[in-house]
Nanobody, 121 residues
Framework: QVQLVESGGGLVQPGGSLRLSCAAS????????LGWYRQAPGKQRELVAT???????NYRDSVKGRFTISRDTAKNAVYLQMNSLKTEDTAVYYC???????????????WGQGTQVTVSS
């Protein structure tokens, strides 16, 4: 079994910053891609940023230049530094990881439970 535990959400004023963390634990042989997604009320879940095993990153256009995704391979963790936050960034943020639990098993996608980010004055 694999678990993803997120932390770091909260309430922040427009223009402020937050840092989200996500740590994977359990039976982990290899982690491929890691990412952050978000879902605002009444909207579909959308990709925010991803980082692959080689460190290549990908961002949705609306967060480029404001958000930075990074990973700590030794800790099986992924982070999302969010700066210059806007009201439209308000959403539940979900951690995502593509993990192989054993060498002989295929990669499986796991999700965290989500952490609320609210940007409001």
């Amino acid at each position: 079994q694999v678990q993803l535990v997120e932390s770091g959400g909260g309430l922040v004023q427009p223009g402020g910053s937050l840092r989200l963390s996500c740590a994977a634990s359990g039976s982990i042989f290899s982690i491929n891609a890691l990412g952050w997604y978000r879902q605002a009320p009444g909207k579909q879940r959308e990709l925010v940023a991803t980082i692959n095993s080689g460190g290549r990153t990908n961002y949705r256009d609306s967060v480029k230049g404001r958000f930075t995704i990074s990973r700590d391979t030794a800790k099986n963790a992924v982070y999302l530094q969010m700066n210059s936050l806007k009201t439209e960034d308000t959403a539940v943020y979900y951690c995502n990881a593509v993990i192989k639990s054993l060498e002989s098993l295929p990669f499986v996608t796991y999700w965290g439970q989500g952490t609320q980010v609210t940007v409001s004055s």
